[in-house]
């Protein structure tokens, strides 16, 4: 068995594995491999048994991507394609690959990887973990508040490229959470033609924008289609007011649309402008709770390199922290050291120490932890972790982060 780089002459066959597998047209699926504004053929890596299979008998691609935490830029390695012939399934060939990638991914300097499952039992064999919640809400447009400032809402123009570019890079330094930042060229060949119902929120400078997706909703009695319903692929708002707009102009829509259907952060207010926080359908569960939306569990995050993420942690802690970890990694034994980590002043130094430990958890649970998406008190209250109560009180604050999140566009 060996597992190698792709190169141009693999692009036929890697073409043809990734349509079965993907049930997706081989010509379509070849130009995007072969012209993709994100990665290239080198990316991929294909495993050959000739003992299993004359063709290659899987392979996987490891995206490069820039993203942004905490406020801070940093790469991040998206594992995508991820694909064996259907003759040679269940040998263990997906595993080998993942093996492989990891080290490869560790050699490379990434610190975190990412990636979309088709089943997290199997990627939690590699220290992947959850933490891509998401919140599907589908509401009428008349539960949304009339705001006035829907009146600073037009419709996108071509002349308003580099301002939308703008706002989204803004918000995603700001407040992105392991968020990639989108580039140039993926902006103008990919994003950009979906931009044909779009409006932005101008006061005088455009400061939020959202774009819209048209559909019929299914007939429930029939399965026809019924109703006019919006898909908002993307809303991005820098300001109160440009979130308060854009949601009255949406809500204006009443008379033409029955149901918004919107996947937000999950940590984002949408009740704040609605009426009620209910979905369109909602039931009634109590007399006294209806529904109002459903969690979509979604991407997956490994931390790659325990030390360089750590050291990456730029925290502006009021006191200073001083704390020793360790991270038990069974796929990258590298990892397994007791660190000693001091944070002061937005800086943070790590090294390996002989320092009695005060934080131990394995690194499935430290990717949540650092992505944000579990507090380590809790961690520890449910049996994740163990370590001591007053350290762990400091890690709270340190590993505070948003929920992580990806806009849809930015899917790999
Ligand atoms: C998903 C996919 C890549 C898995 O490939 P694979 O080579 O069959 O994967 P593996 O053999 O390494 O592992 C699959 C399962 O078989 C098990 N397995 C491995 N060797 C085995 C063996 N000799 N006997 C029985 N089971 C075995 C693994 O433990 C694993 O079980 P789990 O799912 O409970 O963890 C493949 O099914 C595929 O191409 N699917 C379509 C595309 C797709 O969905 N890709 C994933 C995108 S995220």
Not at 257 to 285: G, T
């Amino acid at each position: 068995m060996i597992i190698r780089q792709a190169t141009g002459s693999d692009a036929d066959a890697i073409a043809t594995l990734l349509s079965k597998s993907f049930l997706e047209d081989t010509a379509i699926v070849r130009v995007s491999i072969e012209n993709n504004p994100r990665y290239s053929l080198s990316n991929m890596y294909v495993i050959e048994d000739k003992g299993l299979s004359e063709k290659i008998a899987g392979c996987l691609r490891i995206t490069p991507f820039e993203i942004c935490t905490r406020g801070i830029k940093s790469t991040m390695a998206g594992i995508a394609a991820v694909a064996v012939q259907p003759e040679v399934r269940r040998r263990g060939i997906a595993e080998a690959l993942m093996e492989e990638a990891l080290r490869k991914m560790y050699e490379m300097s990434y610190p975190v990887s990412m990636l979309f499952p088709f089943k997290h039992h199997f990627y939690k064999k590699f220290g992947y973990a959850y933490v891509g919640n998401m919140m599907l809400y589908e509401f009428s447009p008349n539960n949304l508040m009339n705001f006035e400032e829907r009146r600073f809402v037009r419709p996108f123009t071509k002349a308003d490229k580099g301002k939308v570019k703008k706002v989204l890079a803004q918000e995603v330094q700001s407040h992105g959470s392991f968020t990639p930042i989108r580039t140039d060229v993926f902006w103008d060949l990919v994003v950009m033609p979906k931009f044909k119902d779009a409006y932005v929120y101008d006061s005088g400078e455009v400061r939020g924008y959202v774009v819209l997706e048209f559909y019929k909703e299914t007939n429930s009695v029939n399965g026809q289609p019924g109703g006019q319903a919006i898909n908002i692929k993307e809303l991005v708002a820098l300001d109160a007011s440009a979130h308060r707009g854009l949601w009255g102009f949406l809500g204006a829509l009443g008379e033409q649309v029955n149901r918004i259907r919107y996947m937000a952060p999950a940590d984002y207010p949408l009740h704040a402008f609605l009426k009620e926080p209910r979905e369109r359908d909602y039931r009634r569960l109590f007399f006294e709770y209806k529904t109002f939306s459903t969690l979509a569990s979604g991407f997956m995050l490994r931390v790659i390199n325990v030390h360089e993420s750590l050291r990456s942690l730029r925290h502006a802690l009021e006191a200073p922290a001083d704390f020793v970890i360790r991270v038990k990694d069974g796929n990258l034994p590298q990892n397994s050291q007791n660190l000693n980590v001091h944070v002061h002043n937005g800086e943070t130094t790590v090294e390996e120490t002989r320092r009695p430990l005060q934080f131990e958890t394995e690194i499935g649970i430290f990717s949540q932890i650092y992505s944000g998406f579990l507090k380590p008190s809790d961690a520890l209250r449910y049996g994740f972790a163990s370590g001591e109560p007053g350290v762990v009180q400091k890690l709270d604050e340190l590993f505070k982060a948003p929920a992580p999140f990806i806009y849809q566009y930015d899917i790999f």
